[in-house]
């Protein structure tokens, strides 16, 4: 059984870069087949997708935060990792990391919550 | 854009009701639509891919149907366990992935 754990500040100021890591176990990003996203919803609302990387290092990611994100991969490690620049309080969300099979999200990690204040 | 739309936004059943829920695209997506369901403080779980195909272990009160830009989720016979957030999710043009609002779903 796949899981996906994030980790990571819970408390990020504004202006500063925003990173969390997610450690994958029950199986290899380096196998190959899947695609490993970053999705966040903000307090209360629907779900955005913030882009995907596959264990190659070829990234994919939402044109509308497509300049201020840098998603990257461990093999060694088995982790994939988010870095959202330039922070404001509009980035405060739970941030999940999911596995990507054939577009569809299948596995989740359970979520954590960052928030961006001074 | 693909835009996504669903009604209602919310509603209330009773147990053993038939549920229903739409979604809807801005463009033709064929069926590249999967239905999530997110209890309150959990990630989303994945129900139904490809607009009508059930994920392995998810009970078969769950449907989806549809294709173009018109798609159904049904809950044949409504259980307390099923109060939730349901999400609609377009992949059309991948990897432009983007959600509906969802619809939350009480008990009466």
């Known amino acids: 059984q796949v899981q996906l754990q994030e980790s990571g500040p819970g408390l990020v100021k504004p202006s500063q870069t925003l990173s969390l890591t997610c450690t994958v176990s029950g199986g290899s990003i380096s196998s190959g087949g899947y695609y490993w996203s970053w999705i966040r919803q903000h307090p209360g609302k629907g779900l955005e997708w913030i882009g995907y990387?596959?264990?190659?290092?070829?990234?994919y990611y939402n044109p509308s935060l497509k300049s201020r994100v840098t998603i990257s991969v461990d093999t060694s490690k088995n982790q994939f990792s988010l870095k959202l620049s330039s922070v404001t309080a509009a980035d405060t969300a739970v941030y999940y990391c999911?596995?990507?099979?054939?577009?569809?999200?299948?596995?989740w990690g359970q979520g954590t919550l960052v928030t961006v204040s001074s | 854009d693909i835009q996504m739309t669903q009604s209602p936004s919310s509603l209330s059943a009773s147990v053993g009701d038939r549920v229903t829920i739409t979604c809807q695209a801005s463009?033709?997506?064929?069926?590249?639509l999967n239905w999530y369901q997110q209890k309150p403080g959990k990630a989303p779980k994945l129900l139904i891919y490809d607009a009508s195909n059930l994920e392995t272990g998810v009970p078969s009160r769950f449907s989806g149907s549809g294709s173009g830009t018109d798609f159904t989720f049904t809950i044949s016979s409504l259980q307390p366990e099923d109060i939730a957030t349901y999400y609609c999710?377009?992949?059309?043009?991948?990897?432009?992935?983007?959600f509906g609002p969802g619809t939350k779903v009480d008990i009466k």
């Open positions: 990387i596959y264990y190659s290092g070829s990234t």
């Open positions: 999710q377009q992949y059309d043009n991948l990897p432009d992935f983007t």
């Open positions: 463009q033709d997506i064929s069926n590249y």
């Open positions: 999911v596995r990507t099979s054939s577009a569809h999200f299948d596995y």
